[in-house]
């Protein structure tokens, strides 16, 4: 077999087959991951203390107060209003109503009206009947 002069002979050695461990620098590796580690844990670090400057800034701030303004923190809103406990508002109805229905009070004094508890209402109307048409008006 004759010789090609392009293409040269290589000859492989024993020691050839393994890979070369000079292709990789880990120390270079490691040394760029903890320098990374370093910056990030800065970058945070001057990030937090900015935030927390801000912060603090922005409570020392005082608002202006205007004079028209004055005393206007207890005006409520004209009616309806939205409810803020609508569980006490029911429950506070609720103690009025049954009130209302249990107790005696006067609904006009003058023209004597008188509002009876629904128990004693109920028993009266027992007792006396519901008012009726005559025989002569009902429907046929």
């Known amino acids: 077999m004759a010789h090609d002069q392009r293409t040269p002979l290589v000859h492989a050695s024993p020691d050839d087959s393994q890979h070369g461990g000079d292709d990789v620098n880990v120390g270079a590796v490691f040394k760029f991951c903890l ?66 229905l249990s107790n005696y009070s006067w609904v006009d004094r003058n023209a004597g009206i008188v509002r009876i508890p629904i128990e004693e209402a109920i028993k009266a109307t027992a007792k006396r009947g519901l008012p009726a048409r005559p025989a002569s008006e009902q429907p046929k």
């Open 35 to 100: 320098a990374l580690i370093v910056v990030g844990a800065v970058i945070h670090l001057v990030v937090w203390v900015l935030f927390q400057g801000l912060a603090g800034r922005e409570a020392a701030r005082v608002i202006p107060e205007y004079p028209l303004a004055v005393g206007q923190e207890t005006r409520l809103p004209p009616e309806p209003r939205l409810q803020t406990d609508p569980r006490a508002d029911l429950r506070a109805l609720r103690d009025h109503e049954a009130s209302v």
